[in-house]
């Protein structure tokens, strides 16, 4: 844990300073980390061996209500909304939880995208609550009762990412060193024997799942506000699936893999979509499909039951 | 008119549902054998679909036969699951059997990712229609409806005859018996001496062809837009899901629940038609944990 918490550290001191070196990365790097929030929500799952292919559900929840509250006049606080957006997200996960944690692999990975399916759905046909396909524009709220200028907010937001983001990792990391954490990879591992233990391992991963839902409700918050606009995509599952897939790319399981991950994730997709407007999705594919075959070292921390062991 | 709306629905319904099973059987039985989910399985059925309106163009070019649509499906699904599935099964499926389903499921997404691209690439994004299929059955006039042949009766008995013959071979032929031994335990086969390489690597081919086949029939009657593979991997998966993974009859029981489902939300609140799918899987889901027919601790094919 040391080592981590100290590369961490530096990383988040190395990014505080890129806004001020280099403005035009801002956004960019506000973006990558905001998402990077929804992976490691994933990666906090993964532990568990559980994948999620529908957690845009959970970030296009935090992203709508972020936009209802703005839309709807409130004058609410970035400061307010963020937080609004992350606990709609998590009660949501709580409720849809307690169905979906009866659910392993495949079923598990399904029945999360389905209901993002149907949020997606939802988002795009009740357009006069949801402005439909289009989606709905975000109005720049204030920022610790400040009304910043364009160039001023960006730079502050980036801060305020990065502040949530590096509490966020420290919190999980906590987590996943706790009791009820160590428990998630006895659900990977030996889901019967957890139990024998007195351990329910459904409610073990249903704190996990909340808590998942939980980052992923204060990425799309951040999202919402930094773009200024959500629109049905959020819940898409090729959205969710890229969450997944940038978990993967970051060195899966990994708190700092999480944020590492996004980041490259989100200047391979800025400047393939320059270079190869057209193929970027190319691309992002062959590398993924290069770390899954070539790579397997990268995907260390993958540990799931499959693995065979060598005998004693 | 009532009862019009009703029969419309559910012949809507009857159509849809067999194009899906289609596609949802193809997913179950790579499932049931390779024990893959395979998210690629709906560029499958993108790219069944946009060869079949190439070859229908070609064929209207060329001066030939209308009539010549039809074998062209089925040759251009026979083509697309042999060579883009053969292609995909040697080259990276192989490589990942037994492999966590994380890594499974994300390297068929990454395949998925660059059929989409190939597909645009080939085909570009403006909406392809072809519907000579659809002019050259006419329409029949059912209860003061008038329904498309095409859609009433070809693209149902392709679905029936698909899944009487997929039956009867799993079930009583040499061959049937080869793949579901192979499914049951690949190694006790291999080492009996069948060869499970070209088992698994037929069964995708299979598999594939039979989403190119769904796609084919549907290029009859749709028009074929960028992102449609990407709709119908989804709604297959919640078929196969409904019907419980690996299981073919299943498939068509449940293809057709969602079929019809999706087709009455249509006429009744339009809004809520995407919905539907996912609704009936999640009920059954609720009960049935592992779909409808699922069999406890056996694997079937």
Same mark, same amino acid.
């Given at each position: 844990?040391?080592?981590?918490?100290?590369?961490?550290?530096?990383?988040?001191?190395?990014?505080?300073?890129?806004?001020?070196?280099?403005?035009?990365?801002? *956004?960019?790097?506000?973006?990558?980390?905001?998402?990077?929030?929804?992976?490691?929500?994933?990666?906090?799952?993964?532990?568990?061996?559980?994948?999620?292919?529908?957690?845009?559900?959970?970030?296009?929840?935090?992203?709508?209500?972020?936009?209802?509250?703005?839309?709807? $006049?409130?004058?609410?606080?970035?400061?307010?909304?963020?937080?609004?957006?992350?606990?709609?997200?998590?009660?949501?996960?709580?409720?849809?939880?307690?169905?979906?944690?009866?659910?392993?692999?495949?079923?598990?990975?399904?029945? /999360?995208?389905?209901?993002?399916?149907?949020?997606?759905?939802?988002?795009?046909?009740?357009?006069?609550?949801?402005?439909?396909?289009?989606?709905?524009? *975000?109005?720049?709220?204030?920022?610790?009762?400040?009304?910043?200028?364009?160039?001023?907010?960006?730079?502050?937001?980036?801060?305020?990412?990065?502040?949530?983001?590096?509490?966020?990792?420290? &919190?999980?990391?906590?987590?996943?060193?706790?009791?009820?954490?160590?428990?998630?990879?006895?659900?990977?591992? /030996?889901?019967? $024997?957890?139990?024998?233990?007195?351990?329910?391992? !459904?409610?073990?991963?249903?704190?996990?799942?909340?808590?998942?839902?939980? &980052?992923?409700?204060?990425?799309?918050?951040?999202?919402?506000?930094? /773009?200024?606009?959500?629109?049905?995509?959020?819940?898409?599952?090729? $959205?969710?699936?890229?969450?997944?897939?940038?978990?993967?790319?970051?060195?899966?399981?990994?708190?700092?893999?999480?944020?590492?991950?996004? *980041?490259?994730?989100?200047?391979?997709? !800025?400047?393939?979509?320059?270079?190869?407007?057209?193929?970027?999705?190319?691309?992002?594919?062959?590398?993924?499909?290069?770390?899954? &075959?070539?790579?397997?070292?990268?995907?260390?921390?993958? $540990?799931?039951?499959?693995?065979?062991?060598?005998?004693? | 008119?009532?009862?019009? #709306?009703?029969?419309?629905?559910?012949?809507? =319904?009857?159509?849809?549902?067999?194009?899906?099973?289609?596609?949802?059987?193809?997913?179950?039985?790579?499932?049931?054998?390779?024990?893959?989910?395979?998210?690629?399985?709906?560029?499958?059925?993108?790219?069944?679909?946009?060869?079949?309106?190439?070859?229908?163009?070609?064929?209207?070019?060329?001066?030939?036969?209308?009539?010549?649509?039809?074998?062209?499906? %089925?040759?251009?699904?026979?083509?697309?699951?042999?060579?883009?599935?053969?292609?995909?099964? @040697?080259?990276?499926?192989?490589?990942?059997?037994?492999?966590?389903?994380?890594?499974?499921?994300?390297?068929?997404?990454?395949?998925?990712?660059?059929?989409?691209?190939?597909?645009?690439?080939?085909?570009?994004?403006?909406?392809?229609?072809?519907? #000579?299929?659809?002019?050259?059955?006419?329409?029949?006039?059912?209860?003061?409806?008038?329904?498309?042949?095409?859609?009433?009766?070809?693209?149902?008995?392709?679905?029936?005859?698909?899944?009487?013959?997929?039956?009867?071979?799993?079930?009583?032929?040499?061959?049937?018996?080869?793949?579901?031994?192979?499914?049951?335990?690949?190694? #006790?086969?291999?080492?009996?001496? @069948?060869?499970?390489?070209?088992?698994?690597?037929? #069964?995708?081919?299979? =598999?594939?062809?039979?989403?190119?086949?769904? =796609?084919?029939?549907?290029?009859?009657?749709?028009?074929?837009?960028?992102?449609?593979?990407?709709?119908?991997?989804?709604?297959?998966? %919640?078929?196969?899901?409904? %019907?419980?993974?690996?299981?073919?009859?299943? %498939?068509?029981?449940?293809?057709?629940?969602?079929?019809?489902?999706?087709?009455?939300?249509?006429?009744?609140?339009?809004?809520?038609?995407?919905?539907?799918?996912?609704?009936?899987?999640?009920?059954?889901?609720?009960?049935?944990?592992? =779909?409808?027919?699922?069999?406890?601790?056996?694997?079937?094919?």
């Amino acid at each position: 844990m040391r080592p981590e918490l100290l590369i961490g550290m530096v990383a988040a001191a190395a990014l505080a300073m890129v806004p001020v070196l280099a403005p035009w990365t801002a *956004v960019m790097l506000t973006i990558a980390l905001a998402v990077g929030l929804t992976v490691l929500g994933i990666v906090v799952l993964l532990r568990a061996g559980q994948i999620s292919f529908g957690h845009g559900l959970y970030y296009a929840a935090g992203a709508y209500t972020v936009a209802f509250l703005v839309n709807a $006049r409130l004058s609410l606080d970035a400061l307010i909304l963020i937080p609004v957006g992350g606990l709609v997200a998590t009660l949501i996960a709580v409720a849809c939880g307690f169905f979906v944690v009866r659910y392993r692999d495949i079923f598990f990975a399904m029945i /999360n995208l389905s209901m993002s399916m149907v949020a997606f759905s939802l988002l795009e046909k009740l357009y006069h609550i949801t402005g439909g396909g289009d989606g709905m524009n *975000v109005a720049r709220p204030t920022l610790a009762g400040v009304r910043f200028g364009r160039i001023a907010f960006e730079a502050w937001m980036f801060h305020l990412t990065l502040a949530t983001t590096a509490l966020a990792a420290f &919190l999980v990391s906590r987590y996943l060193a706790s009791p009820l954490g160590k428990a998630l990879e006895a659900v990977k591992n /030996n889901e019967t $024997r957890l139990e024998y233990l007195g351990v329910s391992s !459904n409610r073990v991963l249903h704190i996990a799942y909340a808590i998942s839902a939980a &980052l992923a409700g204060v990425s799309g918050a951040i999202i919402a506000i930094v /773009n200024g606009h959500v629109s049905p995509e959020f819940a898409y599952w090729v $959205r969710s699936g890229e969450f997944v897939f940038i978990s993967i790319l970051g060195g899966a399981g990994n708190v700092l893999g999480a944020f590492a991950g996004s *980041v490259v994730f989100e200047v391979i997709r !800025n400047y393939a979509a320059a270079f190869a407007a057209d193929y970027w999705q190319t691309i992002l594919g062959l590398s993924l499909i290069a770390i899954i &075959l070539f790579a397997p070292d990268g995907l260390s921390q993958l $540990r799931f039951r499959r693995k065979k062991r060598a005998p004693p | 008119m009532f009862i019009q #709306t009703v029969l419309l629905a559910a012949l809507d =319904g009857l159509s849809y549902g067999a194009q899906v099973f289609l596609v949802a059987v193809g997913l179950s039985l790579i499932f049931g054998v390779l024990r893959i989910v395979n998210v690629a399985h709906g560029s499958l059925y993108a790219i069944g679909a946009y060869v079949t309106a190439t070859f229908g163009l070609f064929i209207a070019a060329a001066g030939w036969s209308p009539w010549l649509t039809f074998p062209a499906m %089925a040759l251009s699904a026979c083509l697309v699951g042999i060579i883009v599935g053969g292609a995909l099964e @040697v080259s990276l499926l192989r490589r990942i059997y037994g492999q966590e389903q994380v890594l499974q499921l994300l390297l068929t997404f990454a395949v998925f990712m660059i059929l989409e691209d190939l597909q645009k690439a080939v085909w570009g994004v403006t909406p392809f229609f072809v519907n #000579t299929p659809l002019s050259l059955l006419g329409t029949a006039n059912i209860l003061g409806i008038n329904y498309s042949i095409y859609q009433l009766v070809v693209v149902p008995l392709v679905a029936v005859i698909v899944l009487v013959s997929l039956r009867y071979i799993l079930r009583h032929t040499r061959i049937g018996r080869i793949v579901t031994a192979v499914a049951d335990d690949r190694e #006790t086969s291999a080492a009996m001496g @069948v060869d499970a390489t070209r088992v698994y690597l037929l #069964t995708f081919m299979t =598999g594939a062809s039979l989403a190119a086949f769904g =796609g084919a029939l549907a290029s009859g009657a749709t028009s074929l837009v960028p992102g449609m593979g990407a709709g119908m991997i989804i709604l297959s998966f %919640a078929v196969a899901a409904t %019907a419980g993974l690996g299981r073919i009859e299943g %498939a068509a029981v449940a293809a057709l629940m969602i079929g019809l489902g999706r087709s009455i939300a249509v006429y009744i609140a339009p809004e809520f038609d995407a919905v539907v799918p996912y609704l009936i899987m999640f009920v059954v889901l609720l009960f049935k944990p592992k =779909g409808l027919f699922s069999v406890p601790q056996t694997r079937k094919v």
